[in-house]
């Protein structure tokens, strides 16, 4: 009968064991994903709350429609504050408005991969969008190419159809000519977060 209970007792005792050690490498282990950091942006006129999902996703509601009655969140890679940096020069707010199209376009031989289209898909996800600027937009590459895209380059531009450009360049910024706008990064991650501080001006997110 002491056997028995001794049995238990060190069963017992095994089981705390690894559950103690299961509870240690939970508590230290390092997640995946980050953990959401929300912080309140402002602009010098509205204040925005934003939430870092993660290193690649970054939430911020904003009020839209016409008495700004509806909450629409906006989901891009990049936050706000990670994007002070980059300079944008031109009226970004203003060029799109009353666009009947816009084309998104790139070289075919600038050597862009599949990361530049993150940036595009952004592009399209915000501005063809029924609750902000509902703008068809269009993929596109400055010259001829095997993939059938129509040609555009900022020369194609016009007061109805805005030529958007994302190509790599010696600084990351974001500026206007006419009736393109020239996403530009030194890298394709850069041309995301160039991309990323275009759209928040474009919703007067930043300035």
């Known amino acids: ?8 007792k060190y069963f017992i005792i095994f089981l705390i064991s690894i559950l103690l050690v299961g509870g240690i490498y939970i508590l230290f282990s390092e997640p995946n994903t980050a953990v959401e950091d929300n912080y309140q942006y402002s602009n ?7 939430t870092k ?8 509601p904003v009020n839209i429609g016409v008495l700004n009655d509806v909450i629409y969140t906006l989901v891009l890679r990049n936050d ?5 940096d980059i300079p944008v020069e031109g009226a970004i707010n203003t060029r799109i408005y009353g666009d009947e199209e816009i084309y998104v376009t790139i070289n075919p031989n600038a050597g862009l991969t599949s990361k530049t289209t993150i940036a595009a898909l952004e592009i399209d996800r915000t501005i063809d969008n029924d609750y902000l600027y509902g703008i068809p937009v269009h993929s596109a590459m ?7 895209y129509p040609v555009k380059s900022c020369y194609d531009g016009t007061d109805a159809s805005t030529v958007i450009w994302l190509t790599l ?7 206007t000519e006419e009736y393109c706008i020239i996403i530009v990064g030194t890298d394709e991650n850069e041309i995301i977060r160039a991309t990323d501080r275009f759209l928040y001006q ?6």
Do not use: C, R, W
Request: charged share 20%; net charge negative.
């Open 202 to 207: 474009l919703l007067g997110i930043m300035k």
């Open 169 to 175: 360049g010696s600084e990351t910024k974001v500026y």
């Open 44 to 50: 010098g006129n509205s204040i925005f709350n934003v």
């Open 53 to 60: 999902v993660s290193d690649t996703e970054t939430h911020v």
């Open 1 to 8: 009968m002491s056997e028995k209970n001794d049995g238990v």
């Open 142 to 148: 400055t010259q001829e190419n095997a993939q059938g």
């Open 80 to 84: 706000p504050l990670s994007l002070g």
